[in-house]
């Protein structure tokens, strides 16, 4: 823990999160043991052309699908290594957050500088004029309830769509902003965090097993770029091999402990 602090107190930190500091929000991983993907397929429920079948062929399913995994995530709450990182950053110690989370927690938290490598749950866009439409968890509530009591299938596939809403500047359909299987990384969030890598001097890598691809390339690219490599994981992780400090803890139990004691270190001063 002292070396950890030694290395914030530097400066220039960055953080790459994973499901696993999600799972200390009660949201369960999609990947492994116990993950969501051993409940739901990934190609039926996260692809495009799957929830294009599921919205002919059986709405129920997909009613089913989303009233259980986005349900579980607007019930989620922000856990210390979500504050933490929200006070590294607003204290001048973190450069920014890159996460493969969706469930728009660090910005709950109050961390302003992120990059959504798999986008937002909150998040849609209109694929015509690429505006932004940002939904509040009260929003979001709301049409997960409008979906719960929706009963014909032809009634479920309105309130689907309209859960996605129509842009207010051209009138198009908007889109999740949420990577679907298949799909590429959004350029904009890739440009992002590749800017906070080639500024980091220390990378803590939390709650993710690192092998995610293509999002797993990050690492190994502040790696390159001379920056030190920390893994904060209860398992051992793929990262740990070019890891030069590894801190085999739960990621809530060492932010905690971080924010109880060892932390206690004034705001870094502005540069210049």
Not at 225 to 242: F, K, M
Request: include cysteine; glycine fraction near 8%.
């Amino acid at each position: 823990m002292n070396e950890i602090v030694r290395l914030i107190q530097n400066g220039n930190v960055v953080a790459f999160c994973g499901a696993g500091l999600s799972c200390e929000s009660g949201i369960p991983a999609f990947r492994g043991e116990d993950g969501l993907w051993e409940k739901y397929d990934p190609q039926k429920y996260v692809s495009q052309s799957g929830i294009d079948r599921l919205l002919k062929e059986d709405p129920v399913a997909l009613k089913e699908f989303l009233l259980d995994v986005l349900g579980i995530i607007v019930r989620a709450k922000v856990n210390p290594a979500h504050i933490l990182l929200s006070r590294l950053e607003r204290e001048g110690y973190l450069l920014g957050t890159i996460t493969q989370n969706i469930d728009g927690l660090h910005h709950q938290a109050g961390s302003i500088n992120i990059a959504e490598l798999h986008g937002n749950i909150y998040r849609f866009y209109c694929p015509q004029c690429l505006e932004e439409v940002t939904l509040t968890k009260t929003q979001l509530q709301g049409a997960l309830l409008r979906l719960q009591i929706a009963k014909s299938s032809r009634e479920i596939v309105h309130v689907i769509k309209d859960m996605m809403g129509l842009c207010p500047v051209c009138g198009s359909r908007l889109k999740s902003s949420v990577i679907l299987f298949g799909q590429m990384l959004p350029q904009d969030e890739i440009e992002k965090a590749e800017q906070y890598i080639e500024n980091a001097e220390t990378l803590l890598c939390i709650g993710t097993s690192g092998t995610v691809h293509p999002a797993v390339s990050f690492p190994y690219y502040a790696k390159e770029n001379g920056a030190q490599i920390v893994t904060i994981n209860p398992q051992p992780t793929v990262l740990d091999e070019i890891a030069d400090l590894i801190i085999a803890e739960h990621v809530g139990k060492c932010a905690q402990t971080l924010l109880d004691g060892f932390l206690k270190i004034p705001s870094k001063p502005p540069a210049g």
